[in-house]
């Protein structure tokens, strides 16, 4: 037997990979900048020229192609296309090697980083970071590469917590950013602050008035693109989500919240609603506003209550009830018996005759079983008693008026403090944030935040509690004018012309809850807190069968 022999085969020198023989390297570059301001897309071009310059002028590389990312962030590959294409070209076996600038040009995150590493350098192809010399391809690369993409990351981190305070520090200081684009019925004015668009305003006060008269979302987007009216979006119609974003902006009544939504973290750059986990600033008064503050207010409580409607029909899916613009009625007309909601029912008489009346949802669905004496109503006798019942009730509503007035300036009288002064209360304040920033520059000069830690918490406490107060007082102050405001809004609806036909409209705007007690009585609850019991003439008289 021959005697066993070891033989040592020698590298191929020169190359990086064997199966490319004598070929020269297909060479790709990889460019990319995170922001879009002129010096960065200066450097952008320069490297991008740079790149294919040296490729081409290297004996041994052909160039493979310049791929390149502009304003775009490192953090996160996917969101990187260029460089998404770069990879799957390589798995296409069309590059044999990729040179970059530095490792925080090919990616900020220290898992991409060796990710795409490990994956290109399993297909033979190698990565070649000028800035730190280091190939890929190459022993002990990755351990360096690991410490430098860290550094990398680190540095991102970094950059992401000095733009999250730069915007905190504005928000802070009361500074505003209006995204124009997306803000329907305002445009920059000539000195930079909002400027209202007259005739998307009106859409906007007709908007908010109807959503208020009992209108559903639904039914108002439908009437907007009925009508043809542009929305926000000019090439889009009008849509419920559309028409819900403007119904609970707050700057259509000249006031903006700051920091409704915060990125998680600067890696996967997740926003999030913020639900308390961060601080939120309320800027009053910031702008010229569209609608009152008052109108608002109250079309807020009124998407409240009907996102909060229960189920009360058993044949009703899930929990949670939808609110119908349809008939007025259908949200204010009650059971006086068990106190259900009453709902509109057609009946078919022997004759073929049709019948709309009103019945309890819980004699509907039950029977007897939960409300043994509830009374059913036809539609034309309930609304001509509730005719009846608004025309009735007008002198006392008058007289309500102004018991109503007189109570509430007095309170506001005896809660007025004319020892609040606001010109010294808004000097101290503007002492005090003068004094933190200059604390913070100084101690970040000197390295002592640690030192002063306490002296800026008490001067940031100061400052709340004067600002707390200040807004308490201005509010006391406003409030003789809203009070005014809501008397004559009231009084202006009480004051028109008494209907003399039953209208949805003016039931939703005057009566909050209606009560059946029997087939002739009922009694109406009036917003402005008045209780008027109303006499029916039924012409219900016996049940044929339901359609």
Known sequence: MAEREIIVIPATIGSFNNAIGNRR????????????????????????????DLIMRTPEWTFAGTYADEGLSGASA???????????????????????KSISRFARNTLDSIGYVRMLKAMGIGVIFEKENINTLEENSEVVLTILASLAQEELNSLSLNVKMGKRMAMQEGKVYFQYKKMYAYRKGANGQPEIIPEEAEIIKRIFTECLIGKSIRKIAEKLNAENIPSPYKRQLWTDATIRSILTN??????????????????????????????????????????????????????????SKRKVSKNTITEQGKYSSIYALTEILICGNCNTPYRRVIWTKRSGEKQVVWRCISRLDYGQKYCKDSATIDEESLQNAIVQAINASRGSRQELIS????????????????????EQVEQRIADLKAGTMALITESIGNNSVGQNEEKLKAMSDEIKELHDALIAYRESANSTN?????????????????????????????????????????????????????????KVKKINRVA
Not at 403 to 422: C, G, M, P, Q, W
Not at 503 to 522: E, G
Request: proline share 2%.
């Open 25 to 52: 390297l297909r060479v790709a570059s990889y460019s990319r900048v995170s922001t879009d301001f002129e010096e960065q897309l200066t450097s952008f071009y320069a490297q991008k020229t740079y790149y294919t």
């Open 78 to 100: 996917e969101k990187r296309p260029d460089f998404m294409k770069m990879i799957r070209h390589c798995k296409k076996g069309k590059i044999d090697l990729i040179i970059t």
């Open 250 to 307: 707050e700057r259509y009544c000249g006031d903006v919240i700051l920091q409704k939504t915060y990125v998680t973290d600067s890696i996967s750059k997740k926003v999030k609603k913020n639900n308390g986990e961060l601080p939120k600033i309320y800027i009053k008064n910031n702008h010229v506003a569209i609608i009152s503050r008052e109108l608002f207010d109250k079309v807020q409580q009124e998407l409240s209550r009907r996102s």
């Open 403 to 422: 018991v109503l007035t007189s109570h509430l300036r007095l309170s506001i009288y005896e809660k007025a403090d004319d020892s609040f002064n606001v």
């Open 482 to 538: 809203s009070i005014d405001n809501r008397i004559n809004e009231i009084t202006e609806v009480l004051e028109n012309e008494m209907p003399n036909e039953y209208d949805d409209n003016l039931v939703r705007q005057l009566i909050s809850t209606i009560k059946v007690m029997a087939t002739d009585k009922i009694i109406i609850y009036f917003k402005c807190g008045l209780e008027y019991e109303q006499s029916i003439n039924p």
